[in-house]
């Protein structure tokens, strides 16, 4: 799920998992922790950069691996159009085209807040989280909601404080918790096929967890418009609001010139600018975590957000979806 190379002072983590298409799966998670935990030991490496294959960066959680639904739901064909893994954030809608607008990514999705369990048990373990089966529910409490949405800002917070520059290449699609991951990297470029959207209220709930790296480097009025009405936006529009540094026609040439100008500085003072650029945005980790963990598993627990996840499964508009009627 995770591919790595060390060239010239840079370790690239390629995301490798097109059957989900990067869907962040407790195993995925996993590997990023020994990845980076192995990139800060070793002297030789100046900085990470994270990139990935398939048309998608990431599309958030992965809910075929721990979805919690019943056996029946997931095997259900008309619930589940694509393959396996196929329920991630780039599910069409009905009567739309993979790609166009679509109306419910589930954001930290319901399967990355189970990571508070799964996780802690893979890294005690040196291994992978073994998935849970059965019939549990997605909405299986707001307690334990919680504690799993903590782990999601866990994961962001151990990207935003790694003392080593984290830099992102995305060449394709990105919702829900992939909007945390990229945001919590230092540099970020887009290339001209990347795609963006924070579509949580469509389904009931907010973009509570990401909102931490997210706000703090990102236009306020942007943002407003896009937590707030779900559309899509492009990689110029991402770098206009500060989600991304550059958008370029050709990213690996975009990136010549970083990674150059990371490997002409000391470890120690990319450690400290560092220091100094994420410090907002640690603060506002220390300072919201709880109260946004405790928000998500409040929101995933409503009534609202079971409508809205049972109609992106079963491919419909939520009840309280209003359609405009067509001008005369």
């Not at 780039?90 to 166009?100: D, F, I, S, V």
């Not at 419909?316 to 009627?325: F, G, I, L, N, T």
Request: net charge positive; hydrophobic share 40%.
């Amino acid at each position: 799920m995770l591919t790595t190379r060390t060239e010239h002072a840079i370790r690239t983590l390629t995301l490798d998992s097109p059957h989900n298409r990067n869907a962040l799966s407790a195993q995925l998670v996993a590997e990023l922790y020994e990845e980076l935990a192995r990139s800060e030991a070793d002297s030789d490496v100046r900085a990470v950069l994270l990139t990935h294959t398939g048309n998608t960066f990431c599309a958030g959680a992965d809910l075929s691996g721990m979805s919690g639904m019943s056996a029946d739901q997931e095997a259900a064909p008309a619930r589940r159009p694509q393959a396996a893994g196929a329920w991630s954030l780039l599910g069409a809608p009905p009567g739309r085209r993979l790609g166009e607008q679509f109306p419910a990514p589930l954001t930290g999705l319901v399967s990355l807040l189970r990571l508070g369990s799964l996780l802690p048990q893979a890294l005690r373990a040196g291994g992978t989280p073994r998935r849970r089966v059965g019939k549990r529910s997605p909405l299986a409490g707001q307690a334990k909601g919680t504690e799993q949405a903590l782990a999601l800002a866990e994961l962001l917070r151990r990207i935003v404080a790694f003392p080593k520059p984290v830099v992102a290449k995305v060449t394709g699609h990105v919702r829900a918790g992939g909007t945390g991951l990229l945001a919590a990297c230092d540099i970020s470029i887009a290339g001209p096929a990347a795609t963006f959207a924070f579509t949580e209220a469509r389904i009931g709930v907010a973009p509570a967890v990401i909102s931490m790296p997210v706000l703090p480097r990102t236009d306020p009025r942007a943002m407003a418009r896009y937590y707030l009405t779900g559309e899509r936006f492009g990689p110029e529009e991402a770098a206009r609001i500060g989600l991304v540094t550059l958008a370029a026609d050709d990213p690996d040439e975009a990136l010549v010139p970083v990674l150059d100008g990371l490997r002409r500085s000391s470890p120690q003072g990319l450690a400290e600018s560092k220091r100094l650029v994420t410090r907002e945005v640690l603060a506002a980790f220390d300072r919201d975590t709880g109260t946004l963990a405790d928000l998500s598993a409040r929101l995933f627990a409503s009534e609202e957000a079971r409508e809205g996840m049972t109609a992106f499964l079963e491919r419909r508009e939520p009840s309280w979806a209003v359609r405009q009627a067509p001008g005369r």
